[in-house]
């Protein structure tokens, strides 16, 4: 295990302690950093803009704030969910209005109105799982990762997987061919041909513009057109749409790798009747997880923003039941996006051409 696991183990464990009564008592140390009004209670909200149960990207946050709610003695968190962009600034001023010390934003795709809400709300700690980053804002700590070292190792673990199994061709299901999208698919693809360079992968949008990544008749549709089309492998990089299509790919014999979570549980372990093939986590529940040592301890503030870097057992590609050849390409592939100068180029240049830079 890793030293920032280990941090966020003994943070967990320090944070649910007991008083004479044996009732929790909360970390003083979670007070000073957090209770917004001085009540000596904490409660965490928080906005997710998908479903709260979608048994993946969305749902890690939510699991994330429960579990720890409970750890420390909390209140139960207040979720809002299925937040769009467009009445994100609303929804989370109402969730703002609840008593909540810590609102938790799930993603960066209702980031926008941000910037107003922090100052409206300063005495909330607000802080957002950006993915690819929104600008640094006084009020607002965020976590953030890179998104094509991450998906050049699920590139490399579904080209294992395709060269295990056979085949050659697979199909990206997204919503909308937005910028972390472009970015995570061209990363893939340049990971699968690393493996082989005659497996393809196509990219099929299944949602309406912006950030619709629940559509699952939309996706269980486009599966069944590129399974009928010679694909024999699928990445669900969708939210409530992603149950459905791991299950279909199942019923058809089809290897599916999930977007997102390492949780909700153990997604190889899961008994829920897919047969899951991998996961590319970037789970949000984790990464906030590994934060709250840094913020308590005073490395990450209100208007600062930590990169987690692309490591084996953090996030990237993970297998659920993979040969000895595919976990050494995986390994070598973690090792690449760390150490070799000319595929970091490639990758750097694969996230300018996607956010319109290059």
């Known amino acids: 295990m890793s030293a920032v696991l280990l941090s966020a183990v003994a943070l967990a464990a320090a944070g649910c302690s007991n008083d004479a009564d044996g009732e929790s008592a909360v970390d003083p140390a979670l007070l000073e950093a957090f209770d917004a009004d001085g009540d000596g209670a904490l409660r965490i909200g928080v906005a997710a803009a998908g479903p709260r149960n979608d048994q993946g990207y969305y749902q890690a946050l939510v699991d994330f704030a429960e579990e720890f709610s409970d750890e420390n003695g909390f209140a139960p968190p207040i979720v809002s969910d299925n937040i769009g962009a467009a009445e994100a600034g609303q929804a989370m001023s109402d969730l703002a209005e609840q008593g909540v010390d810590v609102i938790l934003v799930g993603a960066s795709e209702i980031a ?70 472009k970015e995570a698919y061209s990363a893939t693809v340049q990971g699968l041909q690393s493996v082989d360079p005659s497996f393809t992968m196509e990219y099929v949008a299944t949602g309406a513009f912006p950030f619709d990544f629940d559509n699952s008749a939309n996706a269980t549709a486009a599966l069944t057109n590129a399974i009928a089309e010679g694909a024999t492998l699928a990445y669900a990089y969708l939210g409530g749409a992603l149950n459905p299509v791991g299950q279909l790919a199942t019923d058809e014999g089809v290897a599916v790798f999930a977007a997102g979570p390492r949780g909700p549980g153990d997604i190889c372990a899961r008994n829920d009747g897919i047969e899951w093939t991998g996961t590319i986590a970037f789970d949000p529940g984790l990464y906030a997880r590994l934060v709250l040592p840094l913020i308590l301890e005073g490395t990450l503030a209100e208007g600062g923003t930590h990169q987690f870097p692309t490591e084996q057992g953090l996030n990237g590609a993970e297998l659920c039941a993979a040969s000895g050849e595919a976990e050494a390409l995986l390994a070598d592939a973690f090792e690449a996006v760390s150490t070799d100068s000319e595929l970091l180029g490639v990758l750097r240049g694969i996230t300018a051409e996607a956010y319109g830079g290059g």
């Open 112 to 181: 926008e109105p941000l910037p107003d809400l922090t100052g409206q709300y300063p005495d909330i700690f607000w802080y957002c799982n950006c993915g690819g980053g929104v600008p640094e804002t006084p009020g607002l700590a965020q976590a953030t990762d890179w998104g094509a070292p991450i998906h050049y190792t699920a590139g490399v673990a579904m080209g294992a997987v395709l060269a295990d199994r056979g085949g050659d061709t697979a199909v990206f299901l997204g919503c909308c061919d937005l910028g972390f999208e």
